[in-house]
Each structure stands twice: as C-alpha cells, then as structure tokens.
C-alpha cells in the first residue's frame, strides 16, 4: 500500500425530508450571505421553494445563479463568480446533481483568486482555496457530493477538464434518497454506471497487496449491481434509492481510493466523447468501460479483470484460461449494463464511428502514453474507441 | 434506512516515516502546549524520541503524561487533566494503541469541564466539547484513531464504560503500519479479532435492506480473515499491516454502520469481563462472540449468521436447514480465531465459570433486557457466559 493522506471533513446529512434543515447547517457552518446554485426553470419548483424558505427562516441573504446544465459549461461559472463578488456571498449552497455542485465548486474557487478560474483546470495554477460550499443532492452517481473534485467543460476549446482539493469539499452536504425518486430511468441508470466506474477506475491497479480496498470495491458493485436491478423494477423504492446514495458518496469520497494507483483512463476516453457530442456521462461510460475492459483483457495480465467477474459477476474461474472467465466478466457487465437500460454502442449516444480520428486526437496524448493500469498510447485509443463503436450486443 | 448525520473530519497521515511529520501537524491544527500521552517507561523508546525531536522542532511546549496501563483506568485521567489545567495545554498527542488513545480523549473532555469527567462516562453529562487531540497509532484495532468514542474503567467501581460525541475525533492520526511490525504475536491477533468485531457488531442487525455496508463489513471480515493469516505467518510483512491498520479505522469510523441498528452485547458482555479479570479486550471478544452466536442461532432467525457463514466464511449454504449453515460459520469463526492463537473459553482468559452469577449481575439488566439485534435478558446473558465457559474447541 502506498502512502497517502486522506482527509474528508463533509458533514452528511442522510434522510428524508432533511433539506428542510438546511438554513441551520449553513449558519453552523458560518454562512450569512449565500449563493443558491440550481438548474432553475421549473425543475423541483417544489424543492426549491422549501430550501428558500428554510434559507429565509435563517435570514440568510440570497443570490440565486440558475441554469446549470448537464456537461456544465465554464460561461456560467464566470457569471458566478462575478455575481459572487458583487453580492459579498460568503456561501455557496448547490441544490441538484454533479453539474450543479461541480459549477458551485467552480465558482468558489473562482472567486476567491485572482486569475481565471480555468487556471486550476488547466493545471497552470494550484488550487489552495476556496468559499465554502454546502449541497443538497438531488440525483446519485457523480460523488460530487462529497469529493474533493470538479469537472467543468471549457465553452472556447471544448475541453473537459477536472481541478481538485481538499478545499472543495462540501462542508455539508444534505443527501434525501426521496428526492431521486422521482429521476427519469435512463437518468437513474446513468448514475448507477457512474458509481459503478468510480469502483472500477479504482479497482484496476497495479498496486500489489491492496486486500482491503479490494474487497470493499468489490463490495460496492456487487451492491449496485443488486440494487439498480431494484430501482429500474421500482423506482420508488427508497431502500434501493438509499444504498446507491450513500454507495455513490462512500466510493467517491477516496476511503477504499487510498494508497493505490488508480486508473481513470475510461473517465478520460468519454470526457472527449460527452464534450464532443453532449452525452450523458454515464451513458458514455457504459459504452467506453467495458471496451476498455476487453483491450486490457487483450493486451495485459487478465487475472484482475478474472477475479472480478469470479468474485462479482459470478463467472466460473476458468484455472487454464483466465482470459476466458475475463471476457465472461466482461459480457456479464454489459448484460447488466443493457438491462438497466444503458447503450452499449456508438450509435446508442449518438457518437459517429466517422469521428474517431478526431476522439483520439482529442485526448492529446501526442506520441506519449497516459498513465494507468494499462498506459494506452493513440493506437490503443484508436482500439478502444473501436471496440466501442463495434460493440454488437 | 435509517436517517443519520455522519461526520468524520480527522486528517489521516498514512505510511512509512510519517510519525516524523508529527510536530508540522499540531501546530497546523492549531496547538502550542502539547501534553504527549503515552505507555511511558522503555516501551517504543526509540519512536518517543523522533516524536518528541518533532515536536521540539516546531517549538512546542510538551507536558508529559505517561504510564497508560491496558483497560486504562479513571485514576490517570484525573491526574492528565490537573497537569493539563496547570500548564494551559492546548492540544493532547496519544502516542500508542487504544488505551493510550482513550485515555488522551477523556483528559480531553474533562480538561474543559467543570464537573467530574466521569459524568460523561455514567451518562449524566452530555458531552459537547473537548481540547483537540491527534494520536500516533501503534496498535491496529480499537479504531479510537478514528473514532468518536472512548473507554475507560472506573477505579472505584470498576465500570468499564464508554462515551461518545464528535468532539473527541482526533485532529488528526498518524498511522505508520512499520510500528506495529515488532508487536507480540498476541497483541497483533487481539487486535485482528477487534477489527472483526467491529464489523460484525455492526453486521447483525434487524434493519431491513442495508444491502451496501452489509457487502462493506463482509469485505472487511474477508480481509482480516486473509491479512490475519498472512500477518501471524510472518509478523513483518508491511502490507498485511497495512490493510490491517486501514481496516481497524475505516471500519469503526461508522461510515459503513451509518442507518442501520448495531448489537453491542458481545462488547458489553466482555467489557464487564476485561473489567474483572483484566484480560485483553480481543481475547475477551474472542471468547464471547461466537458464543453470543450460537446464542443468536438458537433464539433467532439464523439467515443473518448464516449468510455470514456463506459470503464469508465459505460455507455451504443448506437452505433445508440454515440453522446448520449458521452453526458451521461459527465454527468456522472460531477455527480462524484458533488458528491465530486466541483463546475460545474462560480458562483462556483466566476467568472462572464460578464467578458466572457476578458477571451477569455486572451487566446491569436487573429485569430489564438489552438493546440489539437480539435483546438479552439475564437469563439470556447467563446462556451466554454457559457457552463461553464451556466451550471444547
């Protein structure tokens, strides 16, 4: 296990109907002039009205910024941070999904630094500070929630990028599985493959002798596995809306992360596909992971691939041919992917096999290699994305 | 379900050498006159030495409390928060195992407090505030590293009792496995079979569909089962010591026993035996578990230790008799805390099967039951020490 730090400061606030105490948490947390950060329209009217009155109980004062997309985009965050400055907020409060809690965080950071906010995104400057931000969680899957990471989509170059600190921790974060109740099912499924990956991106390492963090991963597949069978049965079914929250939250947070390489090589391959074609991401993962799966089956040591679909996808151990019960695992995902209603194609997130020049150009790995459980230079990229866009099932 | 708050705010400093850093980390955390708790005497007499070069680096003001005893007792607290109150300390460093570390936390809450520190202890008082502490861990098993709780036996009474409030998390905790590489082979397995009983204290539960930490506490369970071994054969191996260490934190922080009922009879049935015959809390745990077990097979539905014996410890699931699968886990349990070198009846841990009737009367139910996933009345507590006392294994 290698060394690390881990530090996760977010006071979670789990249950029903608990956003009706928000106001307080933003007081206990030392906010007075807070901006309320949302998708705006119509979208939760009801929501929103018991947050602002809770707000409004308080006496806290309010600057609302709406309009937060899916993919969220950085011309929004610069109105933010102007806004912020103007009204003196001293709070962030992001009511929604990852695009708003990733927009909230954008603006925190933005707003008390000097240059521009992309220079954390674009690696030209350190992220050492941030206005504090607070979340009300109304879908599952990004771990936003309780991460310490944004991901924003640059509007000039279309690059996807991520910045991340400590500092960008939610101080709370108010997590009501009620809320995602009443998601629409491909939002839902989307969010289960995303919790999904952030298990994988983790679980495929090259680090010896990480036993713990193995199983616990292992653990929370198997989970969401079993549960996002549930909720596409039942969407109303609070239990199963209940164990993929908090799997959400636990498997992002970086507590079974820790001490182990990571490879985010399927995050990267689908930014450039969600940036190119404004695809959900979740969607884009269940195309792009089991694709990439099937090139490092191919191309490196099966043996984890292997224990995995043993241990979770309840493949037979095949002792001579541990490619085999690899590949097996590979298709159980996809089964399961489908039967929750996920593409597992190009054409299934309206991506064009025609632009896979253009994919791996935009991955910008020149004549180098990423970094990973398997570094994959252009050509492997070039494979994956064909894999994917070939993917027949 | 059930609704929760979870906050887990300690800085974690993990690997080889970092006990080193330790002097950076309390003046970061705000402290300037540090009392170092530790076992005192010749013990890790070479890592007290880095720890006090650190902190002489930094400048701080160092009060000394040393002579922490196993099961620590009240008579120390006392004197740690006089010496704390004289010198105006205003941050404690635990430097040792659990003892060490509890023993930190309640001259922590009780420095601050105008009354009698064990009002927090009897559950007269309510605990709210403490001065800050961080620990260096040297022993892998309490979890106090991480925890909000802290246990101390009451010299005169001789109550072991515990208490509990955010306030006492350390700051932060340094957890350098490299120190627990020279620990006796007893000590080490005392603390293995802690950890597993965190998790299983967690695991039995009555809450319905807590699908996520019951896969998160079976792969805790699964990797002390697989470290366990590994450790005892080669006590240096860094890497066991390494998941050993993590696990003994990230399994009793609670962010895998949030929202669900927990049963912590088994540790107030040992607490109360520890207290009388001052034996290891591990070795206690070892004998009272699995009997509690069998206890719970006999008077309860058995699917919960049955699935236990199937997911974790490999048995055969006979779904005509589950009763049966349930009796081959514990015996499987046991089989592992054998192999380890624990004790599995009194005569292990020095107690006498004569002294039942007291024990039970230490329990404090009168006519009264327990809270858990099976409630205890003393007839059931009296069943259970039978079982403990008499078992042949």
């Given at each position: 296990?290698?060394?690390?730090?881990?530090?996760?400061?977010?006071?979670?606030?789990?249950?029903?109907?608990?956003?009706?105490?928000?106001?307080?948490?933003?007081?206990?947390?030392?906010?007075?002039?807070?901006?309320?950060?949302?998708?705006?329209?119509?979208?939760?009217?009801?929501?929103?009205?018991?947050?602002?009155?809770?707000?409004?109980?308080?006496?806290?004062?309010?600057?609302?910024?709406?309009?937060?997309?899916?993919?969220?985009?950085?011309?929004?965050?610069?109105?933010?941070?102007?806004?912020?400055?103007?009204?003196?907020?001293?709070?962030?409060?992001?009511?929604?999904?990852?695009?708003v809690i990733?927009?909230?965080?954008?603006?925190?950071?933005?707003?008390?630094?000097?240059?521009?906010?992309?220079?954390?995104?674009?690696?030209?400057?350190?992220?050492?500070?941030?206005?504090?931000?607070?979340?009300?969680?109304?879908?599952?899957?990004?771990?936003?929630?309780?991460?310490p990471?944004?991901?924003?989509?640059?509007?000039?170059?279309?690059?996807?990028?991520?910045?991340?600190?400590?500092c960008?921790?939610?101080?709370?974060s108010?997590?009501?599985?009620?809320?995602?109740?009443?998601?629409?099912?491909?939002?839902?499924?989307c969010?289960?493959?995303?919790?999904?990956?952030?298990a994988?991106?983790?679980?495929?390492?090259?680090?010896?002798?990480?036993?713990?963090?193995?199983?616990?991963l292992?653990?929370?597949?198997?989970t969401?596995?079993?549960?996002?069978?549930?909720?596409?049965?039942?969407p109303?079914?609070?239990e199963?809306?209940?164990?993929?929250?908090?799997?959400?939250?636990v498997?992002?947070?970086?507590?079974?992360?820790?001490?182990?390489?990571q490879?985010?090589?399927s995050?990267?391959?689908?930014?450039?596909?969600?940036?190119?074609?404004?695809?959900?991401?979740?969607?884009?993962?269940?195309?792009?992971?089991?694709?990439?799966?099937?090139?490092?089956?191919?191309?490196?040591?099966?043996?984890?691939?292997?224990?995995?679909?043993?241990?979770?996808?309840?493949?037979?151990?095949?002792?001579?041919?541990?490619?085999?019960?690899?590949?097996?695992g590979?298709?159980?995902?996809?089964?399961?992917l489908?039967?929750?209603?996920?593409?597992?194609?190009?054409?299934?997130?309206?991506?064009?096999?025609?632009d896979?020049e253009?994919?791996?150009?935009?991955?910008?790995?020149?004549?180098g290699?990423?970094?990973?459980?398997?570094?994959?230079?252009?050509?492997?990229?070039?494979?994956?994305?064909?894999?994917?866009?070939?993917?027949?099932?």
């Open positions: 296990m290698n060394s690390f730090d881990f530090y996760s400061p977010t006071y979670f606030i789990f249950g029903k109907d608990r956003e009706c105490e928000v106001g307080a948490y933003i007081r206990k947390f030392g906010g007075s002039r807070v901006m309320l950060v949302s998708y705006g329209g119509n979208i939760m009217a009801e929501l929103m009205g018991r947050v602002r009155s809770s707000l409004a109980k308080e006496g806290l004062e309010v600057t609302e910024l709406s309009g937060v997309k899916p993919n969220p985009r950085s011309g929004l965050v610069y109105e933010g941070i102007e806004l912020c400055r103007k009204n003196k907020v001293d709070f962030l409060l992001a009511v929604g999904g990852g695009s990733d927009t909230a965080k954008a603006v925190a950071m933005g707003t008390v630094y000097d240059g521009d906010f992309w220079d954390f995104f674009s690696g030209k400057a350190q992220l050492t500070k941030a206005l504090p931000i607070g979340t009300i969680q109304t879908l599952a899957g990004t771990g936003s929630e309780g991460s990471d944004a991901i924003i989509t640059n509007e000039k170059t279309m690059d996807k990028s991520a910045a991340g600190n400590d960008i921790r939610p101080r709370f108010v997590m009501n599985p009620a809320l995602t109740q009443t998601l629409p099912p491909f939002q839902t499924a969010g289960v493959t995303d919790i999904i990956s952030h994988l991106e983790r679980y495929f390492t090259n680090t010896p002798d990480v036993e713990l963090t193995d199983r616990l292992e653990g929370v597949v198997l969401m596995l079993h549960e996002g069978r549930r909720v596409m049965e039942n109303a079914n609070y199963a809306r209940a164990n993929i929250m908090w799997a959400g939250m498997v992002h947070n970086d507590i079974m992360g820790v001490g182990r390489q490879d985010w090589n995050h990267h391959l689908e930014h450039v596909m969600s940036s190119l074609y404004d695809c959900a991401h979740g969607a884009g993962i269940a195309v792009i992971m089991p694709a990439w799966m099937e090139y490092c089956v191919k191309h490196h040591d099966p043996m984890r691939m292997a224990g995995l679909a043993s241990r979770v996808f309840g493949c037979e151990m095949d002792y001579a041919d541990p490619a085999r019960t690899a590949m097996d590979v298709r159980a995902f996809r089964v399961f489908k039967s929750i209603g996920m593409p597992l194609n190009f054409a299934g997130v309206g991506a064009d096999p025609k896979i253009k994919l791996v150009e935009m991955n910008h790995v020149g004549s290699k990423t970094k990973g459980f398997v570094e994959l230079d252009a050509a492997a990229i070039r494979e994956i994305y064909e894999l994917a866009a070939n993917c027949e099932m």
